[in-house]
């Protein structure tokens, strides 16, 4: 991976509404080079995030800088450089696909081979997804309409590509298509910041992940390193008076415990698998399996993050 | 062109399984000494992980001397590929069957009822004659 620089920096960007903190006080970098997973539910701030990075948006608070350039005073120029995929794709739908790609080409003059570059482009990705060029975009299906607006977005040959949300409701084998685009786009060292809520489709494509929530930031790091790091210790005890979280002596973090009368699941931040081997020294230990959780298990322990303080008593009987 | 697959239920890192998906083709082979392996691009795309996930499966190829840099072209099988790959496919297979065994002590089985399911499980397989490994 490239890390010489940051396709995009994000300094502590805050942005409400009537009131409402959207996003609180945000900082992230996302590397060149990247497939930057940008997790969260619905409204944890991702959308607003990515339409603050595209100019759309002017956040209250804070910097942000993508490829080089400052979204706020320089939309357009962002805009024309980003390949950007929304949720739900605003096309005119009078057009077709081939007229539509004509007058996009028209605002991209500067990329590669000027619009003729970006028309030639344009109608290559659209055979490729098989598209009829001469439909109108209204009689398309859902699936379709996606590929459109992909298409629109890489015909630009942008540096970098922000998909929001970009197969929520799509078919398998459109959200594939879709994949193949982004890890080909990887491949040639291209940066994509993506969100999704599909969790297992990240794991497989991203190289980093980004976890928000109610406008925060819980986590960001390389997927490999988040994965190699959490561990899901299974631990059965021989009797009810059990820990109900990792004393503060052991060398991890918890992040999520979920108990029962002789048995608790702690989802823990740790430096290795060896680390874990610690809790096997706790009194009254019978049994202790120490898993890899998916990212679908951390994302789910992040979210929860019920964290009883070690010492004490058990006051309460968690369901798992 | 070779075609790999990953494991459906294997939780293990993506880059170790691509790794042994390639010795399992070269053992089998599927692959043989001096032929290319897809280029990083090529197989990410066709498995749909980040290239940097392949990546990170051919360097440990390659240190394991499996595969080896062709000036210009990619990576390709290495003479003393064949006979590594066997044993590292016997050292999969044995943690495989080790994490199921390990599996049916805690549920609570004896060794007999652990070898009884083993050598019907087998009897089985064969019956459906599927022959795992690197298909072409």
Same mark, same amino acid.
């Given at each position: 991976?490239?890390?010489?620089? =940051?396709?995009?920096?994000?300094?502590?960007?805050?942005?409400?509404?009537?009131?409402?903190?959207?996003?609180?006080?945000?900082?992230?970098?996302?590397?060149?080079?990247?497939?930057?997973?940008?997790?969260?539910?619905?409204?944890?701030?991702?959308?607003?995030?990515?339409?603050?990075?595209?100019?759309?948006?002017?956040?209250? =608070?804070?910097?942000?800088?993508?490829?080089?350039?400052?979204?706020?005073?320089?939309?357009?120029?962002?805009?024309? +450089?980003?390949?950007?995929?929304?949720?739900?794709?605003?096309?005119?739908?009078?057009?077709?696909? =081939?007229?539509?790609?004509?007058?996009?080409?028209?605002? /991209?003059?500067?990329?590669?081979?000027?619009?003729?570059?970006?028309?030639?482009?344009?109608?290559?990705?659209?055979?490729?997804?098989?598209?009829?060029?001469?439909?109108?975009?209204?009689?398309?299906?859902?699936?379709?309409?996606?590929?459109?607006?992909?298409?629109? =977005?890489?015909?630009?040959?942008?540096?970098?590509?922000?998909?929001?949300?970009?197969?929520? !409701?799509?078919?398998?084998?459109?959200?594939?298509?879709?994949?193949?685009?982004? &890890?080909?786009?990887?491949?040639? !060292?291209?940066? &994509?910041?993506?969100?999704?809520?599909?969790?297992?489709?990240?794991?497989?494509?991203?190289? /980093?992940?980004?976890?928000?929530? !109610?406008?925060?930031?819980?986590?960001?790091?390389?997927?490999?390193?988040? +994965?190699?790091?959490t561990f899901l210790l299974a631990i059965t005890f021989g009797?009810?008076?059990h820990p109900v979280a990792p004393?503060?002596?052991?060398?991890m973090?918890l992040i999520d415990a979920a108990d029962a009368p002789r048995q608790a699941h702690w989802l823990v +931040?740790a430096?290795?698998r060896?680390?874990c081997e610690a809790v096997r020294?706790l009194?009254g230990v019978e049994s202790v399996e120490i898993e890899v959780p998916t990212?679908?298990d951390?994302?789910?322990g992040?979210?929860?993050?019920? +964290?009883?303080?070690?010492?004490?008593?058990?006051?309460?009987?968690h &369901?798992a | 062109?070779?075609?790999?697959?990953?494991? $459906?239920?294997?939780d293990?890192?993506?880059?170790?399984?691509?790794?042994?998906?390639?010795?399992?083709?070269?053992?089998?082979?599927?692959?043989?000494?001096?032929?290319?392996? $897809?280029?990083?691009?090529?197989?990410?795309?066709?498995?749909?992980?980040? $290239?940097?996930?392949?990546?990170?499966?051919?360097?440990?190829?390659?240190?394991?001397?499996?595969?080896?840099?062709?000036?210009?072209?990619?990576?390709?099988?290495?003479?003393?590929?064949?006979?590594?790959?066997?044993?590292?496919?016997?050292?999969?297979?044995?943690?495989?069957?080790?994490a199921?065994?390990d599996d049916?002590r805690r549920s609570?089985?004896? $060794?007999?009822?652990?070898?009884?399911?083993?050598?019907?499980?087998?009897?089985?397989?064969?019956?459906?004659?599927?022959?795992?490994?690197?298909?072409?």
């Amino acid at each position: 991976m490239t890390q010489q620089g =940051a396709a995009i920096r994000i300094v502590q960007l805050a942005k409400r509404f009537r009131g409402v903190t959207a996003v609180d006080g945000l900082s992230l970098d996302v590397p060149e080079g990247a497939v930057f997973g940008l997790l969260g539910e619905n409204g944890a701030g991702k959308t607003t995030t990515i339409q603050v990075l595209l100019g759309l948006l002017a956040p209250d =608070a804070g910097q942000t800088r993508v490829l080089g350039l400052d979204p706020s005073r320089e939309g357009l120029a962002v805009r024309r +450089r980003v390949g950007y995929v929304p949720e739900v794709p605003a096309l005119y739908d009078w057009m077709t696909p =081939a007229e539509i790609g004509w007058f996009a080409a028209g605002f /991209h003059a500067e990329g590669p081979g000027g619009s003729v570059g970006y028309e030639s482009r344009f109608n290559d990705l659209i055979r490729g997804f098989a598209l009829p060029p001469a439909r109108k975009i209204k009689m398309l299906s859902k699936g379709m309409r996606a590929k459109v607006s992909l298409s629109l =977005a890489l015909a630009g040959d942008p540096g970098l590509l922000i998909l929001d949300e970009p197969t929520s !409701g799509l078919d398998v084998m459109v959200r594939r298509e879709f994949l193949e685009q982004m &890890v080909d786009l990887a491949g040639s !060292g291209r940066t &994509v910041l993506l969100s999704s809520h599909q969790l297992a489709e990240v794991e497989r494509v991203a190289s /980093h992940v980004a976890l928000m929530h !109610g406008g925060k930031l819980l986590l960001a790091e390389p997927l490999d390193q988040l +994965r190699s790091q959490t561990f899901l210790l299974a631990i059965t005890f021989g009797d009810r008076s059990h820990p109900v979280a990792p004393p503060d002596h052991l060398p991890m973090e918890l992040i999520d415990a979920a108990d029962a009368p002789r048995q608790a699941h702690w989802l823990v +931040r740790a430096r290795d698998r060896a680390a874990c081997e610690a809790v096997r020294a706790l009194p009254g230990v019978e049994s202790v399996e120490i898993e890899v959780p998916t990212l679908e298990d951390i994302y789910l322990g992040y979210m929860r993050s019920r +964290r009883p303080t070690p010492s004490g008593p058990p006051s309460e009987v968690h &369901v798992a | 062109m070779l075609l790999l697959g990953l494991i $459906p239920g294997d939780d293990r890192a993506i880059y170790a399984q691509i790794a042994d998906r390639v010795r399992f083709a070269v053992a089998s082979g599927a692959l043989r000494p001096g032929e290319l392996v $897809p280029s990083v691009r090529e197989l990410a795309k066709q498995l749909v992980v980040n $290239p940097n996930t392949v990546a990170r499966a051919y360097r440990e190829l390659q240190a394991e001397g499996l595969l080896d840099a062709v000036r210009g072209t990619g990576l390709s099988v290495t003479v003393e590929a064949p006979e590594r790959c066997q044993s590292a496919r016997h050292a999969f297979v044995r943690d495989r069957l080790r994490a199921a065994i390990d599996d049916a002590r805690r549920s609570g089985l004896d $060794p007999s009822e652990i070898e009884r399911i083993l050598h019907d499980q087998w009897r089985e397989s064969g019956v459906a004659g599927q022959h795992e490994g690197g298909q072409s």
